[in-house]
């Protein structure tokens, strides 16, 4: 068991399914969640011709 007195860490957190971004505080020894500080909605966008129109001005 972990009591959860050593360092901790802060992580972001994604969830693909729910799309949504978490941050949280871990414990360094265990990897446990053990707050949360912040969610945000979040849903990436890829477009993999989005750089084109920049590449085309440097040419």
Do not use: Q, W
């Not at 972001?12 to 053990?34: K, M």
């Not at 912040?38 to 849903?43: G, K, L, P, Q």
């Amino acid at each position: 068991m972990c009591d959860h007195k050593g360092f901790h860490s802060g992580e972001g957190r994604y969830d693909e399914a729910s799309r949504t971004l978490r941050y949280v505080v871990v414990c360094d020894a265990c990897h446990v969640e053990l707050r949360e500080i912040s969610v945000e909605t979040y849903a990436p966008e890829y477009d993999p011709r989005g750089n084109d129109d920049f590449l085309s001005a440097a040419a």
